[in-house]
DNA sequence: GTTAGCAATCTAAGGTTGAGACTGCTAAAA
DNA sequence: TTTTAGCAGTCTCAACCTTAGATTGCTAAC
């Protein structure tokens, strides 16, 4: 365990690097903390860190920079973490005056964390475990064309065209349809295909489009997600040149950029820090990720993040991803809560 | 007008710096192209290219490099644009083994522009002059709560949660959407606005969601365009320092990118070229855009592009421009032919 | 355990130099 | 008149050097 000076000293360090991106001196340390000892003592305390693998010193007359496992100490000592409560207004406000729809919550939380953090915002969709069936609707096209709009449960909906084998009318299609509904309410894709009940033929070639839809759905592995603040990152010094930043580019451009970044754990609803060398995936390394899951566990589970230089504000990131996952746990609360199993008919 | 020599001098000084991004001397010119003339001839000829604006020198010793408008007489010039066969055949076999499926189309088109011309790759959905209702569907969610899904014309779908000023069932919903399908059918939100028909209580305040969601539709101004192809965009030699490029991101997280890069003509169906400075945007004159319209005139206007510094291969943006938009010609036409208006019923 | 003092070390910025790359001019050749 | 060879002049770029400034590590004293 750290001495309790040094620890100061760490903190100070890893604070005034974070600040200001310049390696940090024993003297700006002495000055900086109220530690009432001189330069000179504190260096013997970085000699310590320094050891131990703290701080990392660029060349031999500079400053000290925290390590990752200097950040990771950081983090891990960090108190008091919470936006100001004018700030939780604001958000809460802008939140309300939106239009009642998921996207725009995204997109304004993604923007909102953008301009909070000053880094990459992330964020996708909620996706339950295993979407369930609500209610179908068959629209006519063609004799033999056909629009199949499914309603899943958690106000989503999904649209194919159908092609028909043989002609079959308005009304036809409608009563399939409403045989469909009712044999299939509330059930998922696995159920359905367990279901051994004989069906009319229209209605078994319909099931199957069903079937595929909803596979679809569950495998839509990573929807597009929302993202925002990658000017932020450009002007971040250590990306002046503008290749450390080439990587991440690929991922965004390869839409892996949301699975790379997902922690081990899987659904903690706790905001996670990985920091650096901890991440996984090679491609981002160099950056940390502080990530949140929000939503119902059972219903259905989106993630909010941030990604930016390890040198990021992580007091600051931690509160902001963690008060957003808050807001959109209730915002998500009420989309579902409203729908109460069943009660439709 | 050019003389001919000096034309061949400006193509040659062109295609040299679209391809190797390092100013032209005369005596490269001399080498690369047929002309048996000496450097020094060459000179006189870029002397006479420099006056006239063409061409600019870095600096005295340097070579040359094109002008906005050098680059606009290249572009003007060209000849023989089209994708090799084989090209051809590959991208359209792509498309067509992808699921039946717009935004794949279109996140396919962006993966296929960005690689193809190693530029930023933009597009946007079809978006029809004013939508036209074509099919409503209430479902009930609670008592006094009913999700509309409105089908529009073109096979898109919008929902949205209704409040109901008082408790209506599932079948009087079912009523009432079957009585405003048969009276609203085809028309624009505008026409709907007209009808002077007298309507019961539940369905006139349906029509007021209604008219808010076709609302939304048209002004949805333009959605989250689909991007591609930014890593490549930061490996280009002039954007090294990263702060050439740091507007465009600032555009792109704004979501303002496919509004200042749409050309001053609305609705040409060809592919339109803007050149650095005459590009009206402030923040991408230092781009040039590379941008064609799809779709069918009367049904849906959607936009592919490129974007990328005016050190472009034109000719190969061009060439994949074009038939990226003429494949998509052609899918939205699928889209749309086979859906006859009025036949359903 | 802490401190002052100081030499040693390293960077970053500024200056200098020389090689290399082109041009522009001039005068001769075609 | 057009083209060419030759050459001086100009400019950049990379390499090298130098110096100022910052900061440490060590040592010896407190």
Chains 1, 2 share one sequence.
């Not at 993040?305 to 209730?330: E, H, K, L």
């Amino acid at each position: 365990m750290l001495q309790t000076r040094a620890e100061t000293v760490l903190k100070s360090i890893t604070r005034q690097y974070i600040a200001l991106a310049v390696p940090v001196s024993s003297a700006r340390v002495a000055q900086e903390c109220d530690l009432v000892v001189s330069p000179a003592t504190i260096r013997n305390d970085m000699m310590f860190l320094d050891n131990e693998g703290y701080i990392i010193r660029p060349h031999h007359s500079a400053g000290s920079i925290p390590s990752d496992k200097g950040y990771r100490h950081y983090v891990s000592t960090l108190e008091n973490i919470g936006l100001p409560v004018t700030e939780k207004r604001m958000i809460s406000h802008l939140f309300h005056q939106v239009e009642y729809d998921l996207e725009r919550w995204l997109s304004l939380a993604v923007t909102l964390i953008a301009q909070q953090s000053h880094n990459v915002a992330v964020a996708t969709k909620p996706k339950p475990p295993a979407c369930q069936f609500k209610h179908l609707e068959i629209v006519s096209l063609h004799e033999r064309l056909a629009l199949a709009v499914l309603v899943l449960r958690g106000v989503r909906v999904r649209q194919k065209l159908v092609n028909l084998n043989q002609p079959i009318s308005q009304a036809e299609l409608t009563a399939a349809a409403g045989k469909l509904n009712e044999v299939y309410s509330g059930l998922s894709r696995f159920k359905i295909q367990d279901t051994d009940i004989n069906l009319p033929d229209t209605e078994t070639q319909i099931t199957k489009d069903l079937l595929t839809m909803m596979q679809a759905e569950d495998e839509q592995a990573y929807e597009e997600p929302f993202l925002d603040g990658f000017h932020f990152l450009l002007n971040q010094p250590e990306f002046n040149t503008g290749h450390g930043i080439s990587n991440l580019m690929g991922l965004v451009d390869q839409r892996k950029l949301v699975e790379v970044m997902l922690p081990a754990e899987p659904y903690s609803l706790e905001v996670q820090v990985s920091i650096g060398k901890e991440n996984k995936a090679e491609a981002i390394q160099d950056y940390s990720v502080v990530v949140s899951h929000y939503g119902l566990p059972d219903e259905a589970i989106g993630t909010v993040g941030i990604v930016g230089p390890t040198r990021m504000n992580y007091a600051r990131a931690i509160s902001t991803i963690g008060y957003i996952a808050q807001i959109m746990d209730t915002l998500l609360a009420e989309l579902y809560g409203i729908e109460a199993p069943d009660t439709w008919e």
